[in-house]
């Protein structure tokens, strides 16, 4: 089992303090799902776990597996097993999606690495993906609508096969058949690894097809109400401001999902 351990972080950029005192568990076969308003924090903390250095951490660890991870660059967590699907993936021009992958996982598998079976595995997930087998041979998301970027980086998991996945809004942008297509192919990841997964969504929508097992409403940098599934129904029947003002719901004891 591997396990993703946030504790007491707290974090900045350009002197605004965007993570205040955030701590979060999750472990191997969970999938947790941050909601909350806009400016809260949520993509920060995917970009916090991920190594961005824009980011300055003030107090608090991150451990992989019980391995604190904070002076990590970004490279060296993706090996550990970390891997974030961001919310708008850049354009890459120059670097084909083939030639990225197949560095990836060299640099990631080194002498056990097989070109036949990396070609065999990336045709059949492009497939199922349903997109257009030219693109693997384009540059990296040149050209590429926004639902065509957003299942480019479920095919990079689906490559790489991380132990943490960290998806930032990964529905945005998608239209409805899009949105099928992703959401059923992080569920069928998700049933065969067994990752953790930590899911950054606005909407009900997505969770339509990712089932989540934890999930947790996120206000100022923090978490202010943890719960189960049924959260995600009060959220489309009264919006965050009735968990964010409801004294009774405010910084409960989140100890469970830590």
Known sequence: MHTLK??????????????????????????????????????????????????RILDGQIFFDYKLI???????????????????????????????????????????????????????????????????????????????????????????????VLLDEIDSGLDVDSLKVVGEKVMDYYEEFKPAILLITHYQRLLDYIKPNYVHIMKNGCIVKSGDFSLVSQVERNGYDFFINTSENVIEDNSQYE
């Open 70 to 164: 904070n002076d990590l660059t970004v490279d060296e967590r993706a090996r550990l097993g970390l891997f974030l699907g961001m919310q708008m993936p850049l354009e890459i021009d120059g670097v084909t999606n083939a030639d990225f992958l197949r560095a990836a996982l060299h640099s990631k598998e080194g002498d056990s690495f097989k070109l036949y079976g990396f070609i065999k595995k990336l045709d059949k997930t492009v497939e199922n993906l349903k997109m257009n087998k030219d693109m693997i041979h384009r540059g990296i998301n040149k050209g590429f609508s926004g639902g065509e970027r957003k299942k480019n980086e479920i095919l990079q998991m689906y490559m790489l096969e991380p132990k943490i």
């Open 6 to 55: 946030i504790v007491n972080l707290t974090v900045e950029v350009e002197d605004k303090k965007i993570l205040d005192n955030f701590s979060l568990t999750i472990n191997s076969g969970e999938i947790h799902v941050i909601m909350g308003p806009n400016g809260t924090g949520k993509s920060t903390l995917s970009k916090v776990i991920m190594g961005d250095t824009h980011y």
